[in-house]
């Protein structure tokens, strides 16, 4: 983890950075965040995450504390002062800021509380990509507003701690029988040569990766369908896939225990994720 953060207009060091107990996000989980890949300095599809970060602020009627040209300049910033991290990964978080314990908003002249940080971005090895991962499913126990990138994660923390427990690599969820998303990534199946993709929705918190992946899809001609994705279909099929800004694409080669496909990353996987890299080498890794 670098050590330079952002709280509330400062950078400073980790060490450093505290906030009030009663902050809301720590007594609640009122608050959202983000977090952006970035490569070579820069970061990914900035823009796009600002933009669901100001949507996720609005959902939970929490005040944007910055303009969008204030994001930008302090995210850039922040990458800067961590510069020795070539590829960093940028968590940022604003709560409802710091108020007497009351479930009740605040009143407006509370100050949201602002944080922001930079992890080294540590996306899967060439081993992992070529050999593939396991999953396991599970029922999706979360609230009906997925959509929200909302800080109070319990019900994913228990969802990801299932994998763990299997010694796999991601929860996979389902919802009256139908495909939500992972524990922490989007979900992408393979059938007949078709890309299938469930639909955004409130039950599903869609990935700035996911709309890359039907970008690249319809920009290079693979055949693909946005439409709600049945269990029985997931379990069929040929090829599934995870999405991440982090995990970028993992084919799951095993879903509880039974084997996906041939048992190895297909075809299909192998074209879309080289495509994604060099999407990412393209735009993300040129020289400045």
Known sequence: MADTVYL????????????????????????????????????????????????????????????????????????????ALQDQSLYLQVTRGVAPRDQAFPPESVAPTVFAMSMALQTPSTALVQSGVAAITALDIRWDRCNIKAISLLANVLLRQQAVDEAVAETIMLREGWLTEGSSTNVFVVAQDKLLAPPKSQHMLTGVT?????????????????????????????????????????????LDGQRVGQGQPGPLFQRMYALYQDFKNQYMRHTR
């Open 8 to 83: 509330n207009g400062v950078f400073l060091p980790l060490a450093q950075a505290t906030i009030p107990v009663l902050d809301r996000g720590f007594m609640f989980g009122d608050g959202v965040y983000e977090v952006i890949p970035v490569y070579n300095g820069q970061a990914f599809r900035l823009d796009e995450h600002i933009q669901r970060l100001q949507a996720s602020l609005a959902a939970v009627r929490i005040r944007n504390p910055l303009t969008t040209v204030a994001w930008r300049a302090m995210l850039l910033q922040l990458i800067a002062e961590n510069k």
């Open 210 to 254: 996911y709309d890359v992946i039907l970008e690249l899809a319809a920009s290079h001609g693979i055949a693909h369908l946005v439409a709600p994705v049945s269990e029985a279909q997931l379990r069929s099929a040929d090829e599934i896939w995870i999405t991440s800004s982090t995990k970028e694409i993992l084919a799951i080669i095993s």
